[in-house]
């Protein structure tokens, strides 16, 4: 936001000087981005204007030029005459307080003066002696330039009368700075119109001070001085609105959503006259970034940058003509869904049902606390005027401004909250410009209707509080006086639940500007201490060491595991990859075939999340699958990567029937596909990850991570190519399902040409299943004292019987001897016979107290033979 400093001293004495002043504000919270001098001298690096180190740091924010007082004065133009050898330029007779001068000038908009000779009125311009410093008006940008002697034309010239560009207000140059009758001829113009433009940045937790006087209540705190009275002109409107009948005859108010509208305040004024605004207001609004209108316009403008409540003008007479002669009802509603408004920017707007509007019994007027409406708005023939000044539901405001790609100087102070009670000073306060600028009769009173007032907050503080929370011992009187200088209201009393007698317990009651203290008791008195701490300033607070006993530290049992889980596959050589938990239907759709797409919406079939606001179009409901999100990633990695191994940790959402709040699962979700190594110095095994390779990471996961009971079965799943999928179990429970992408979700990726013949290996786990049945205690095997014997064991088994029961049946059968298993071979052939085949396994043999002897293997080589043959069918191969 972009502060006037001439503008703050209507409401508070600045002493300091303004890059001091700036690095205050910065301290305090409010930002301070950079200073822009319009006409003000420019600080010196010898002068006081640096009276600190940290003012210094504001150097490089500084920019814009300083008026030499003795150079750049105000003077009169008395007549206009023609050049004697130009037609585009004049010559005028001026006076700039001590010489009368004949000045050369080119200004489009003296031309209507020209020839007729002395003025009935002198024309009071901006004029630049010989000498004088500028910036040239005729070149691109600001460059500086020095006035001097020149003939054009014939005639001499050594000053000019100058315009916004020259002087560094604006870019406008195509005619003179026209000021107000009452500019006093002599003076210097740094003085009358001098200024400097604070950039300061308002963040969402001080949107009230988004406004000219809220940022002087801070400064008037900050620096000690008194605060001045708000002008809001209800003196003014009382004593010219008596002659008036009261203004509840001409309009009426209904609000149908207080949620949406809590208040709307309206006045009338009559009588107006559309014209310009005094040019000392325009140099405001321009300089704060906005553009002058005419004065009715411009007063809800100067009223909104100034008391920080956003106005609007109605026409009142387009009003009482919708109204077939009746009297206007202003109505707040919701808007139809698809209805239609041209708003001021000449655009025909498409509204939502959520969007709310100001309407009368006619139809809607304008999109309510964003931008009114091309019928009603104010034009050149307007003489009656009904001003608006409303509270809306910022949270509504902002979507509605999102919405409708819509941002403007109202909703972006209504989207970070405005104060009710803002609504009836900024009402009048507009009022009252308007009267002063227009000419125009305010009619008596205001209406009001205030259906949903807010209960603003009370808290309760002690001295202890603030000491125990910033370190520093403040009294009761200095923390009553911080807190008063931003118009909170204290009581103190007696702290009787405190053992020491000399406790104050302070009562702390909000001002009605106040929307970012909260009424919880904790969070509430943590407001109220960040308010002390911002104003007896951060850099005064001693750095000492925390006086509270540490709390105790309590683990997180759940993420400690979720980390062993990242540090096993990011060993293995995985790479985590972290997904926005926004998607769209379409998006995860690709995960399945077409034909279980058809079949149902969604794998699980219950339906997406969606967001009311979502932040992009793909981004439009909470996912269901994380499977689906590193899919995306592997697709768009596959461009520029040879091998992918990677895997993410993170939230699904299912719609609960519990509630309304979603069911939040954590997965694991798990992609490879490349070749097993990439190529180096040495030799690489090239050939492309398949099946086996995800199970041995899995498996090697599991064991890392001490899973009982952990076996794997055949399975099946819509993602996974038939006869290539498999679900892993640990016991009962299920863990999760892995196996090569199918062929027909394959094809709904775009994988490069060099991924042509490499499987797409995937993993969908549930995280929090494995979570639980990670085991607090597991045994661990002391190094072994005696040597082990291995023997290579080999039967004849079913072609359907898995691998995996005989493993069980033989580490079953040798017990603790047992201390490895391993199947190095299948074999195959008509010897063996059909429906057959061979498994090889390596049998590790380990006695933990003695050395086994040839005599103790066969013992248990015979007995685990013997038992393959009974469990399953097995024969021992030659």
């Keep these: 936001m972009k502060v006037l400093i001439s503008w703050l001293k209507d409401f508070v004495d600045i002493d300091l000087p303004i890059p001091e002043l700036a690095h205050k504000m910065t301290m305090a919270g409010l930002e301070v981005e950079d200073i822009h001098y319009v006409g003000l001298p420019m600080p010196k690096a010898d002068s006081g204007d640096w009276t600190s180190g940290h003012a210094q740091q504001m150097a490089s924010a500084i920019s814009g030029i300083g008026w030499d007082p003795d150079k750049i004065v105000v003077a009169a133009i008395s007549e206009v005459m023609p050049h004697p050898n130009a037609d585009r330029l004049v010559l005028c007779k001026l006076d700039d307080g001590k010489v009368e001068h004949v000045v050369l000038t080119g200004a489009p908009n003296l031309f209507e003066f020209k020839g007729k000779g002395p003025l009935p009125k002198p024309l009071k311009v901006a004029y630049a002696k010989e000498g004088a410093q500028i910036y040239d008006g005729h070149q691109p940008g600001q460059v500086l330039t020095t006035l001097k002697r020149a003939k054009i034309r014939g005639v001499e010239s050594y000053s000019m009368v100058c315009s916004e560009k020259e002087l560094g207000i604006s870019d406008e140059h195509e005619g003179i700075i026209l000021l107000d009758d009452d500019a006093p001829v002599g003076m210097p113009l740094a003085d009358y119109l001098g200024d400097a433009v604070l950039e300061v940045s308002i963040l969402p937790s001080t949107a009230r001070c988004a406004n000219i ?323 007896y300033g951060y850099e005064r607070i001693p750095e000492t060491r925390m006086a509270d006993e540490l709390p105790p530290q309590l683990g997180n049992p759940t993420l400690d595991k979720e980390e062993r889980v990242r540090d096993l596959l990011v060993y293995q050589g995985l790479q985590e990859v972290v997904n926005y938990r926004l998607t769209t239907p379409e998006r995860e759709a690709r995960r399945l075939p077409p034909e279980a797409q058809a079949a149902q919406s969604s794998e699980d079939g219950k339906p997406y999340l969606r967001l009311f606001n979502p932040i992009s179009s793909d981004k439009a409901v909470l996912r269901h699958s994380a499977l689906a999100s590193v899919l995306e990633n592997a697709e768009r990695n596959a461009r520029i990567r040879e091998r992918l191994a990677l895997f993410e940790i993170g939230p699904i959402f299912m719609a609960s029937e519990a509630g309304a709040l979603p069911d939040e699962f954590q997965r694991l979700s798990i992609v490879l596909t490349g070749p097993r190594t990439l190529p180096g110095w040495q030799k690489a095994d090239s050939t492309p990850m398949d099946f086996y390779d995800l199970k041995g990471l899995l498996a090697a996961l599991l064991d890392g991570l001490h899973i009982p009971e952990v076996r794997y079965e055949p399975g099946e799943h819509p993602t996974f190519h038939p006869g290539k999928c498999a679900r892993v179990w640990s016991g009962d429970r299920q863990i999760g399902v892995f196996g090569e992408l199918h062929p027909l979700v394959r094809q709904r990726y775009d994988w490069p040409t060099a991924f042509a013949s490499a499987p797409i290996l995937a993993a969908d786990l549930d995280l929090d299943t494995l979570l639980a049945l990670i085991p607090w205690l597991y045994e661990v095997a002391p190094v072994p004292e005696f040597p082990p014997v291995l023997e290579d064991l080999a039967v004849v088994v079913d072609e359907a019987l898995p691998a995996a029961e005989v493993e069980r049946v033989i580490r079953e059968t040798g017990g603790k001897i047992v201390a490895a298993v391993r199947l190095f071979d299948v074999y195959r052939s008509e010897q063996i016979g059909a429906g057959k085949k061979s498994l090889a396994y390596s049998v590790t043999y380990q006695a933990p107290d003695k050395t086994l002897t040839d005599k103790d293997v066969a013992g248990f080589r015979t007995r685990i033979v013997r038992r393959l043959e009974q469990t399953v069918g097995a024969k021992l191969r030659g």
């Design 213 to 535: 006087y809220g940022i002087a209540r801070e400064i008037a705190a900050i620096t000690g001085k008194k605060l001045k009275a708000t002008a809001d002109g209800r003196r003014q409107t009382e004593a010219v609105g008596g002659q008036r009948s009261p203004v509840g005859q001409f309009v009426s108010i209904e609000i149908t959503a207080p949620s949406m509208n809590p208040r709307f305040v309206a006045g009338l004024i009559e009588g107006i006259t559309i014209a310009p605004s005094p040019y000392k207001i325009q140099l405001r609004l321009k300089l704060a970034g906005m553009r002058p209108i005419n004065n009715i316009v411009d007063a809800t403008n100067y009223a909104m940058l100034e008391m920080g409540e956003p106005l609007h003008a109605f026409d009142y007479d387009v009003l009482l003509k919708r109204a077939g002669g009746k009297t206007p009802t202003i109505i707040t509603r919701t808007a139809a869904e698809g209805e239609k408004l041209t708003t001021l920017d000449n655009v025909e707007r498409t509204l939502d049902a959520s969007t709310v509007l100001v309407c009368d019994t006619a139809g809607a007027l304008s999109i309510a606390g964003v931008m009114g409406g091309a019928e009603s708005e104010v034009s050149a023939t307007t003489r009656n005027i009904l001003l608006e000044g409303a509270a809306w539901n910022f949270i509504n405001i902002r979507k509605t401004a999102h919405t409708q790609n819509l941002p403007s100087e109202a909703s972006y102070r209504f989207s970070r909250g405005v104060h009710p009670a803002v609504a009836e000073i900024g009402v009048r306060r507009g009022l009252e410009l308007m009267r002063q600028w227009s000419g125009g009769l305010v009619a008596e009173g205001l209406v009001d209707n205030y259906p949903l007032p807010p209960v603003d907050p009370v808290v309760e503080i002690t001295p202890e509080d603030v000491t125990r929370w910033l370190g520093i011992s403040l009294s009761v009187e200095e923390i009553v006086r911080v807190l008063e200088a931003l118009e909170f209201r204290c009581e103190v009393a007696s702290n009787q639940s405190s053992v020491n007698s000399d406790q104050s317990l302070i009562t702390v009651h909000c001002p009605p500007h106040r929307l970012d203290i909260s009424r919880d008791p904790i969070t509430g008195k943590a407001d109220i201490v960040e308010e002390i701490a911002r104003i």
